[in-house]
């Protein structure tokens, strides 16, 4: 089965490719770089969930 990569439509193509990819292969949640797509790293729906709830209320903010 091939693996579908999914990118957030606020990704920008004016610089080449500057977005992260995600994905759901057997069971975990992927994500790499489109710069560099040989670079994947593995991760769970839980660990994703808590990251991406910690981003909507702007804890990571500061580092954009």
Partial sequence: ME?????????SNA???NCLELA???GE??????DNPDVVIHTSRSKL???????KEGEFDDLA
Avoid at 3 to 11: A, D, G, L, T
Avoid at 29 to 34: A, D, K, T, V
């Fill in 3 to 11: 693996i579908q990569w999914r990118k957030s439509s606020k990704s």
């Fill in 24 to 26: 759901v292969h057997e």
């Fill in 49 to 55: 969930r808590a990251f991406l709830g910690g981003a």
């Fill in 15 to 17: 610089e080449g490719s």
């Fill in 29 to 34: 949640i992927l994500l790499r770089e489109s």
